[in-house]
């Protein structure tokens, strides 16, 4: 069971959490714990339920008990931007935090998703953001909108962001342009099919950011026709997804989201503690 701001008190050695909500299910407590014991640091990695519009109350107690800082899952990303007291640029390009450092004199914030991103897509799929032709597909929400900052940061060559909702990719875009005017970047409607399908021909990773597939009846959030076998597609989802069956069966690479979890995970650590080597024990901890 998650802990909650009012029993917080009685997590007894409780340092460390990963605040969200819905927050029971979450997979950081598997793969901190196991660093922290190795790395001989008395402390527990609990899971905190915290209601949307509490996010500085939870700092604000979580401070209060001593913590040495938190991960911030969904929807609490922005509102944990806005809480800290300082934060680096990568937070600031990414429009979010989701790392969260309980200093004497400051709260500190991070981003490390497009750390984790970039990392899970080189390990999994062996490519290389500098240079990329990028499609991400679900640039509407927060995780999509942290990656294509992060692509357009690392010098992708080609950016295509597409969202059902056309009109919150092209302010990305209009936002990402500004910034990054060498990266050739687009905006599409994904009800679009025909355009769809000519842009993704054009690029080489295909990277799924919307929330289609965390339910098992979930359609793909790409036409089939979009998928070619020269396509690596990447799935933020955890879990196997229409999207990725798809993708198999056009002979595309495909990988899903649990090494992005891996590498942001290991990002926030050694935020937290400098120097040390996690990655290992994470990994065994995450996928055994
Ligand atoms: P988060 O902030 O965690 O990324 P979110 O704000 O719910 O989550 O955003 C999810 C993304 O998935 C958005 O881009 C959303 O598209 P809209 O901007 O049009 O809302 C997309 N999404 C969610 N459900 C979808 C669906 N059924 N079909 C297509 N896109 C969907």
Known sequence: MPHTLANLHQARGAKLAVIGQPIAH????????????????DARYVALEVDP?????????????????CNVTVPHK???????????????????????????DAIRGTNTDGYGFEMAVEESLGLELPGQTVLI???????????????????????????RTEAKAETLVARLRKRHPRVDLAA???????????????????VNTTSLGLREDDPSPLPPGCLHENH?????IYKPTALMNAATKAG???????????????????YWFPGTDPEAAMRRGLLG
């Open 78 to 104: 922005f509102d944990a931007l806005e809480a800290c007291d300082e934060i680096d640029d990568t937070a600031r390009d990414l429009g979010a935090v989701n790392t969260v450092r309980f200093d004497s």
């Open 252 to 270: 595309a690479r495909c990988a899903n989201g649990s090494l992005m979890l891996l590498h942001q995970g290991v990002a926030a650590f050694r």
């Open 188 to 206: 599409i409607g994904t009800d679009d099919e025909t355009l769809l399908t000519s842009l993704a021909a054009g690029c080489r990773l295909l």
């Open 137 to 163: 597909v679900g640039a509407g929400g927060g995780a999509g909108g942290a990656i294509a900052a992060h692509c357009a940061r690392r010098g992708v060559k080609r950016l295509v962001l597409a969202n």
């Open 26 to 41: 979450s997979l950081s407590p598997r793969m901190h714990q196991p660093a922290l014991d190795e790395a001989g640091i």
């Open 232 to 236: 690596a597609v990447f799935d933020t």
């Open 53 to 69: 519009g509490h996010v500085a109350d939870a700092f604000a107690r979580m401070r209060a008990l001593g913590f040495i800082g």
